[in-house]
Structures are given as structure tokens and as C-alpha cells.
């Protein structure tokens, strides 16, 4: 799984304006929050915007290093 989204993240920086993810990262979030899902999968998003500016500056994200981190990272924190 990790794989896959280490994947998705290179794939979405590699192929996409990244000036529109804050608007598309809004509505997401806009619509996650109407279907009450939980803030933890919100905070996700935060996540994942840093991921792909850390790819975007020219850091090579490790399947190793999602696994040992992710249920720590700042913006997963409760």
C-alpha cells in the first residue's frame, strides 16, 4: 500500500499543476467534512500536501521510512 501511494504522489507531481491542489484540496476536504468522515483522514490531506512538496523540492520519499513515520507525523497527530 505504501508502494502505491509512494507511487500515486510521484505520479500526481509528475503529471498535474500543482498551483491547483489548494482548491482541489478544499473541496476535498469541504466534502469529507459534509460526509463526516473522520478528522483524522482530514488531517491526512495536510499530509499529503507536504508529501508532494518534499517530491516537488527534489526528496525521494522511502517505502521504509512512510512506514516507520506516518502514525507520527505532525499532521496525524490527534
Known amino acids: 500500500m505504501l508502494k502505491d501511494y509512494r507511487r500515486y504522489i510521484i505520479q500526481i507531481v509528475d503529471n498535474t499543476d500543482h ?20 478528522n483524522q483522514q482530514i488531517k491526512g490531506m495536510d499530509l499529503l500536501e507536504r508529501h508532494l ?4 523540492e527534489g ?15 505532525p499532521e496525524m497527530e490527534v
Do not use: G, I, M
Request: a positive charge.
Open 19 to 38: 498551483t491547483l491542489f489548494p482548491e482541489v484540496k478544499a473541496e476535498l476536504v469541504r466534502w469529507l467534512k459534509e460526509n463526516k468522515v473522520s
Open 53 to 56: 512538496r518534499e517530491v516537488r
Open 59 to 73: 526528496k525521494y520519499l522511502q517505502v521504509d521510512e512512510l512506514y516507520k513515520n506516518l502514525r507520527h507525523e
